[in-house]
């Protein structure tokens, strides 16, 4: 057993058993992808995966568990990689982050700025993709901290933390009737064509509940995933756009008026997320802290211990 035996089982499960896939992935050969399934059987004496034929269809109950034990001893070698980088060599690294379009456009910036003046050694890589995508990226070990609003709260062998709360608020153009009412409402916006977020994507769940709880179906002519994209669109006189608050900047949106929309949209709150069980270096808990004050390594670990025994607790 050796591990690129190890990667190819972990990587063929990952591709939907695609072993064509998985060879690209691994930079190798298909025949040599099956030799190394075929040799990983024989050494252990049962079959991992369910054939048709030369297909994989899926994974046997032996080869489930298998799966399990793969994935923490692959983890763990990671780990073991991470902590001699660490003690090698304390200011220099990689610190990859996936996260949003919103969450890198207009959260992040500031952060990351003062984080490159504290540590120009470092590598930070930016993935930016949906929500989805950012939960793959950090359970397959891809990213070292995942950002977003959707999708990150309940990932098995995640663990995730508030970072920060935000609201929703109206873009239109300079003169729209909308700036001259006192007290926007939802019949208000309903009036009008919407140009807002894609179904999954900064916050649009909520914004589409609230219409539904009041009755109301938005006339919602273009989503898209960029609020840039929403506020060009809205300047063209596509519709009214909805958008998070802070995607507004009176500077370079000045042909726009931004009006809040108190108690018209719940609140969303951004998570960031951690994978369990990954060692993380200094650096990154400093990013961490940047992000989130007070929220320390032993803070984050202190987290984790109770949630193991909660989940311990529920099993019994």
Wanted: net charge negative; hydrophobic share 40%; glycine share 6%.
């Amino acid at each position: 057993m050796n591990f690129q035996q190890l990667r190819i089982l972990r990587e063929t499960v990952r591709q939907d058993f695609n072993l064509t896939t998985v060879a690209n992935t691994l930079f190798t050969s298909q025949p040599g992808v099956s030799k190394h399934i075929k040799d990983l059987e024989d050494e252990l004496g049962i079959e991992i995966f369910v054939r048709r034929g030369k297909r994989l269809l899926g994974l046997t109950e032996p080869g489930r568990e298998l799966l399990t034990v793969v994935e923490r001893i692959l983890l763990d070698a990671q780990n073991a990689r991470s902590i001699a980088d660490h003690f090698s060599s304390r200011e220099t690294g990689n610190l990859t982050i996936a996260t949003t379009h919103t969450q890198a456009r207009y959260a992040l910036p500031e952060v990351i700025k003062h984080f490159k003046a504290e540590y120009p050694k470092v590598h930070l890589v930016l993935h930016q993709g949906s929500p989805r995508e950012i939960a793959e990226l950090l359970t397959a070990g891809e990213a070292d901290i995942a950002i977003a609003t959707e999708g990150l709260a309940t990932i098995p062998d995640v663990v995730s933390f508030p970072y920060y709360t935000w609201h929703h608020a109206l873009v239109v153009p300079l003169g729209h009737p909308l700036t001259l009412l006192p007290a926007i409402t939802l019949a208000d916006l309903a009036d009008y064509p919407i140009v807002t977020y894609h179904e999954g994507f900064t916050g649009r769940t909520n914004i589409d509940r609230s219409f539904t709880d009041a009755g109301f179906v938005p006339d919602i002519v273009l989503s898209a995933i960029d609020a840039d994209v929403i506020k060009t669109y809205v300047d063209v006189g596509l519709g009214i756009g909805i958008i998070a608050s802070m995607a507004y900047n009176p500077q370079r949106d000045d042909n726009l008026v931004r009006i809040e929309l108190p108690g018209l949209f719940p609140a969303n709150t951004t998570r960031l997320a951690l994978r369990r069980g990954v060692y993380l270096r200094s650096y990154a808990y400093d990013f961490i802290q940047q992000l989130v004050p007070g929220l320390t390594e032993e803070r984050i670990g202190e987290t984790i211990r109770q949630e193991a025994v909660a989940r311990e607790d529920f099993v019994i």
